[in-house]
């Protein structure tokens, strides 16, 4: 019986409020070790402040050398380009002037400048002429594209 008159009494001291040990008495501050706390905070902020500026000037000298790379390729492309047209450019020019000298060596040779009556227009005109009738001779003009 003991034991339970015992137990019920510990119970009831644990039920009671203990609000009164919760309260911790703060050591009291002056005005003095505010400020000079205050000042302290600052001067850490200014330390973070600094070191974040620091961190963006870095970001922002990378972004620019990736800007310059980035314009230097595109430089590039733009030359490259540029040589290929240059290239293609002065690669067919050999070859127009060959297609405008075969051009005229095939106008004078079957003489289509309005010289009607020369032997070469009276060949051809013999020759058309032969292949209405012939169309062994047809179809040799015709690989030839003269007919």
């Known amino acids: 019986m003991k034991k339970i008159i015992s137990i019920i009494v510990f119970l009831?001291?644990?039920?009671?409020?203990?609000a009164i040990l919760a309260v911790e008495v703060?050591?009291?501050?002056?005005?003095?070790?505010?400020?000079?706390?205050?000042?302290?905070?600052?001067?850490?902020?200014k330390a973070l402040r600094s070191e974040m500026n620091q961190r963006f000037e870095a970001l922002e000298?990378?972004?620019d050398r990736i800007w310059n790379l980035i314009l230097m390729?595109?430089?590039?492309?733009?030359?490259?380009?540029?040589?290929?047209?240059?290239?293609r450019k002065?690669?067919?020019?050999p070859l127009e002037k060959k297609i405008i000298e075969l051009e005229a060596n095939l106008l004078r040779d079957l003489e289509l400048r309005h010289e009607q009556g020369s032997?070469?227009?009276r060949l051809m005109y013999a020759l058309r002429k032969l292949a209405e009738n012939n169309s062994e001779l047809s179809a040799i003009l015709r690989?030839?594209?003269l007919l």
Do not use: C, H, N
Request: aromatic share 10%.
């Open 12 to 18: 009831f001291i644990l039920s009671q409020p203990v």
């Open 26 to 45: 703060a050591p009291r501050i002056s005005d003095r070790e505010i400020i000079e706390k205050l000042a302290v905070l600052e001067a850490g902020q």
């Open 61 to 63: 000298s990378q972004y």
């Open 73 to 87: 390729v595109l430089a590039g492309i733009m030359g490259l380009i540029g040589f290929i047209i240059w290239d």
């Open 90 to 93: 002065t690669a067919s020019q």
């Open 119 to 121: 032997l070469p227009t």
């Open 143 to 145: 690989s030839f594209s």
